[in-house]
Protein backbone atom coordinates (compact mmCIF):
# COMPACT_ATOMS: atom_id res chain seq x y z
CA UNK A 1 0.00 0.00 0.00
CA UNK A 2 1.21 3.40 -0.48
CA UNK A 3 2.02 6.23 2.11
CA UNK A 4 3.45 9.38 2.55
CA UNK A 5 4.99 10.62 5.38
CA UNK A 6 5.51 14.88 6.17
CA UNK A 7 7.76 14.46 9.30
CA UNK A 8 7.02 18.34 9.58
CA UNK A 9 3.35 19.15 11.33
CA UNK A 10 4.46 23.02 11.76
CA UNK A 11 8.06 25.18 10.03
CA UNK A 12 7.83 28.71 11.10
CA UNK A 13 10.34 30.95 8.85
CA UNK A 14 11.30 34.63 8.34
CA UNK A 15 9.78 36.28 5.34
CA UNK A 16 12.90 36.11 2.70
CA UNK A 17 14.38 33.11 4.41
CA UNK A 18 14.50 30.01 2.11
CA UNK A 19 12.56 26.83 2.41
CA UNK A 20 12.31 23.28 2.46
CA UNK A 21 9.22 21.02 3.15
CA UNK A 22 9.81 17.38 3.47
CA UNK A 23 8.14 14.22 2.00
CA UNK A 24 8.76 10.54 1.89
CA UNK A 25 6.79 8.10 0.22
CA UNK A 26 6.14 4.57 0.08
CA UNK A 27 5.24 2.74 -2.90
CA UNK A 28 6.13 -0.12 -5.00
CA UNK A 29 6.00 1.30 -8.56
CA UNK A 30 7.11 4.53 -9.71
CA UNK A 31 4.96 6.82 -7.85
CA UNK A 32 3.31 9.85 -9.13
CA UNK A 33 4.10 12.66 -6.85
CA UNK A 34 2.36 15.87 -6.17
CA UNK A 35 2.27 18.80 -3.89
CA UNK A 36 -0.79 20.87 -3.14
CA UNK A 37 -1.54 23.92 -1.11
CA UNK A 38 -4.18 25.00 1.07
CA UNK A 39 -4.76 28.29 2.12
CA UNK A 40 -7.31 28.94 4.75
CA UNK A 41 -10.86 28.12 3.92
CA UNK A 42 -9.72 27.43 0.37
CA UNK A 43 -9.51 23.86 -1.33
CA UNK A 44 -6.60 22.19 -2.76
CA UNK A 45 -4.57 24.01 -5.00
CA UNK A 46 -1.70 21.96 -7.11
CA UNK A 47 2.37 23.13 -6.98
CA UNK A 48 3.88 20.98 -8.69
CA UNK A 49 3.71 17.45 -10.13
CA UNK A 50 6.11 14.69 -11.05
CA UNK A 51 5.82 11.90 -13.55
CA UNK A 52 8.94 11.26 -14.75
CA UNK A 53 11.96 12.68 -16.47
CA UNK A 54 13.81 15.34 -14.84
CA UNK A 55 13.84 15.11 -11.57
CA UNK A 56 14.10 18.56 -10.83
CA UNK A 57 10.14 19.85 -11.30
CA UNK A 58 9.41 23.36 -11.36
CA UNK A 59 6.22 24.74 -10.55
CA UNK A 60 3.76 27.65 -9.82
CA UNK A 61 4.59 30.71 -7.05
CA UNK A 62 8.08 30.23 -7.37
CA UNK A 63 8.42 26.44 -5.84
CA UNK A 64 10.31 23.52 -7.06
CA UNK A 65 10.75 20.05 -5.97
CA UNK A 66 13.22 17.21 -6.25
CA UNK A 67 12.68 13.24 -6.47
CA UNK A 68 15.10 11.01 -5.01
CA UNK A 69 14.43 7.72 -6.20
CA UNK A 70 17.23 6.42 -3.44
CA UNK A 71 15.95 8.02 -0.50
CA UNK A 72 12.41 8.18 -1.55
CA UNK A 73 11.76 11.39 -0.97
CA UNK A 74 10.02 14.35 -3.15
CA UNK A 75 11.07 17.49 -0.94
CA UNK A 76 9.73 20.97 -1.75
CA UNK A 77 11.71 24.13 -1.43
CA UNK A 78 11.36 27.82 -2.17
CA UNK A 79 14.48 29.57 -2.28
CA UNK A 80 12.48 33.12 -0.57
CA UNK A 81 9.21 32.99 1.53
CA UNK A 82 6.99 35.60 0.86
CA UNK A 83 4.04 36.23 3.62
CA UNK A 84 1.66 34.73 1.40
CA UNK A 85 3.01 31.63 1.21
CA UNK A 86 2.04 31.18 4.42
CA UNK A 87 -0.15 27.88 4.28
CA UNK A 88 -0.69 24.41 4.89
CA UNK A 89 1.12 21.69 2.45
CA UNK A 90 -0.28 18.61 1.23
CA UNK A 91 2.15 16.18 -0.37
CA UNK A 92 0.26 13.38 -2.43
CA UNK A 93 1.26 10.06 -4.15
CA UNK A 94 -0.82 8.71 -6.73
CA UNK A 95 -1.14 5.12 -8.06
CA UNK A 96 -3.50 3.82 -11.26
CA UNK A 97 -2.45 2.62 -14.37
CA UNK A 98 -4.00 3.06 -17.71
CA UNK A 99 -7.11 2.39 -18.00
CA UNK A 100 -7.82 3.05 -14.03
CA UNK A 101 -8.62 6.00 -12.31
CA UNK A 102 -5.81 7.29 -9.89
CA UNK A 103 -5.89 7.59 -5.83
CA UNK A 104 -4.21 9.77 -4.04
CA UNK A 105 -2.91 9.65 -0.49
CA UNK A 106 -1.86 12.23 1.27
CA UNK A 107 -0.02 12.88 3.92
CA UNK A 108 -0.49 14.69 7.23
CA UNK A 109 0.30 18.44 5.80
CA UNK A 110 3.12 20.64 7.24
CA UNK A 111 1.59 24.02 8.27
CA UNK A 112 3.91 26.89 7.28
CA UNK A 113 3.76 29.96 9.15
CA UNK A 114 5.78 33.26 7.85
CA UNK A 115 6.97 35.63 10.36
CA UNK A 116 7.36 39.71 8.91
CA UNK B 1 -13.40 26.86 -17.16
CA UNK B 2 -15.22 27.47 -13.60
CA UNK B 3 -12.98 24.50 -11.78
CA UNK B 4 -14.62 21.95 -9.65
CA UNK B 5 -18.05 23.53 -8.15
CA UNK B 6 -19.16 22.25 -5.38
CA UNK B 7 -22.24 23.47 -3.29
CA UNK B 8 -23.16 24.45 -0.83
CA UNK B 9 -19.96 25.86 0.76
CA UNK B 10 -21.16 25.36 4.85
CA UNK B 11 -24.07 23.23 5.42
CA UNK B 12 -25.16 23.13 9.38
CA UNK B 13 -27.87 20.52 9.98
CA UNK B 14 -29.15 18.27 12.99
CA UNK B 15 -28.30 15.19 13.78
CA UNK B 16 -30.50 12.52 12.19
CA UNK B 17 -30.91 14.95 9.29
CA UNK B 18 -30.27 13.69 5.49
CA UNK B 19 -27.59 15.78 4.11
CA UNK B 20 -26.83 16.02 0.63
CA UNK B 21 -23.22 17.72 -1.28
CA UNK B 22 -23.13 18.50 -4.72
CA UNK B 23 -20.20 18.35 -6.81
CA UNK B 24 -20.20 19.23 -11.13
CA UNK B 25 -16.60 18.77 -12.23
CA UNK B 26 -14.57 19.75 -14.66
CA UNK B 27 -15.74 19.45 -18.18
CA UNK B 28 -14.09 16.78 -19.89
CA UNK B 29 -12.59 15.15 -16.56
CA UNK B 30 -13.35 11.38 -16.85
CA UNK B 31 -12.21 10.51 -12.63
CA UNK B 32 -14.38 12.05 -10.09
CA UNK B 33 -13.21 11.42 -6.21
CA UNK B 34 -14.88 12.40 -2.84
CA UNK B 35 -12.21 13.36 -0.33
CA UNK B 36 -12.87 14.24 3.22
CA UNK B 37 -10.58 16.41 6.00
CA UNK B 38 -10.70 16.11 9.69
CA UNK B 39 -8.06 17.12 12.11
CA UNK B 40 -7.84 14.02 13.33
CA UNK B 41 -7.43 12.33 9.99
CA UNK B 42 -6.21 14.64 7.93
CA UNK B 43 -7.61 14.00 3.68
CA UNK B 44 -9.37 10.62 3.03
CA UNK B 45 -10.69 9.42 -0.02
CA UNK B 46 -14.07 8.02 0.52
CA UNK B 47 -14.72 7.29 -3.32
CA UNK B 48 -14.12 7.77 -6.66
CA UNK B 49 -15.83 7.16 -9.84
CA UNK B 50 -14.03 6.45 -13.55
CA UNK B 51 -16.08 7.44 -16.09
CA UNK B 52 -19.16 7.54 -14.21
CA UNK B 53 -18.89 4.42 -12.35
CA UNK B 54 -17.75 3.98 -8.73
CA UNK B 55 -14.20 2.20 -8.77
CA UNK B 56 -13.95 2.17 -5.12
CA UNK B 57 -15.93 2.90 -2.22
CA UNK B 58 -13.66 1.08 0.41
CA UNK B 59 -13.11 4.79 2.05
CA UNK B 60 -16.94 5.51 3.02
CA UNK B 61 -17.09 5.51 6.39
CA UNK B 62 -20.02 2.94 6.81
CA UNK B 63 -23.89 2.63 5.48
CA UNK B 64 -24.93 6.02 6.59
CA UNK B 65 -22.53 7.74 3.54
CA UNK B 66 -23.40 7.09 -0.50
CA UNK B 67 -22.39 8.76 -3.25
CA UNK B 68 -23.89 8.24 -6.97
CA UNK B 69 -22.93 10.24 -10.47
CA UNK B 70 -25.74 10.29 -12.59
CA UNK B 71 -23.78 11.82 -15.30
CA UNK B 72 -20.32 13.11 -16.45
CA UNK B 73 -21.25 16.41 -15.08
CA UNK B 74 -22.64 15.74 -11.63
CA UNK B 75 -22.16 14.35 -8.58
CA UNK B 76 -23.58 13.53 -5.09
CA UNK B 77 -22.42 12.71 -2.17
CA UNK B 78 -25.00 11.73 0.78
CA UNK B 79 -25.32 11.20 4.62
CA UNK B 80 -28.28 9.72 6.38
CA UNK B 81 -28.66 10.00 8.86
CA UNK B 82 -25.96 12.20 9.64
CA UNK B 83 -24.01 12.27 13.23
CA UNK B 84 -21.89 15.07 15.17
CA UNK B 85 -18.57 12.76 13.89
CA UNK B 86 -19.55 13.13 10.44
CA UNK B 87 -18.54 17.28 10.80
CA UNK B 88 -15.55 17.97 8.20
CA UNK B 89 -14.83 19.34 5.21
CA UNK B 90 -15.74 17.22 1.96
CA UNK B 91 -13.82 17.77 -0.68
CA UNK B 92 -15.00 16.70 -4.30
CA UNK B 93 -11.91 16.83 -7.38
CA UNK B 94 -11.29 15.86 -10.74
CA UNK B 95 -8.96 14.41 -13.17
CA UNK B 96 -8.77 13.56 -16.69
CA UNK B 97 -7.22 10.68 -16.60
CA UNK B 98 -5.21 8.50 -14.53
CA UNK B 99 -2.36 9.97 -15.61
CA UNK B 100 -3.32 13.65 -14.92
CA UNK B 101 -3.57 15.56 -11.79
CA UNK B 102 -6.32 16.04 -9.81
CA UNK B 103 -8.36 19.68 -9.65
CA UNK B 104 -10.24 19.97 -6.05
CA UNK B 105 -13.14 22.20 -5.36
CA UNK B 106 -13.29 24.23 -2.75
CA UNK B 107 -14.96 22.29 -0.48
CA UNK B 108 -18.42 21.98 1.46
CA UNK B 109 -18.02 22.37 5.53
CA UNK B 110 -20.50 20.12 7.01
CA UNK B 111 -21.30 20.81 10.90
CA UNK B 112 -24.02 18.33 12.48
CA UNK B 113 -25.52 19.60 15.63
Known amino acids: AQSVTQPDIHITVSEGASLELRCNYS??????LFWYVQSPGQGLQLLLK??????LVQGIKGFEAEFKRSQSSFNLRKPSVHWSDAAEYFC??????????????FGSGTQLTVLP | DAGVIQSPRHEVTEMGQEVTLRCKPISGHNSLFWYRQTMMRGLELLIY????????DSGMPEDRFSAKMPNASFSTLKIQPSEPRDSAVYFC???????????FGQGTRLTVV
Open chain 1, 27 to 32: YGATPY
Open chain 2, 49 to 56: FNNNVPID
Open chain 1, 92 to 105: AVGSGGAGSARQLT
Open chain 1, 50 to 55: YFSGDT
Open chain 2, 93 to 103: ASSITANTEAF
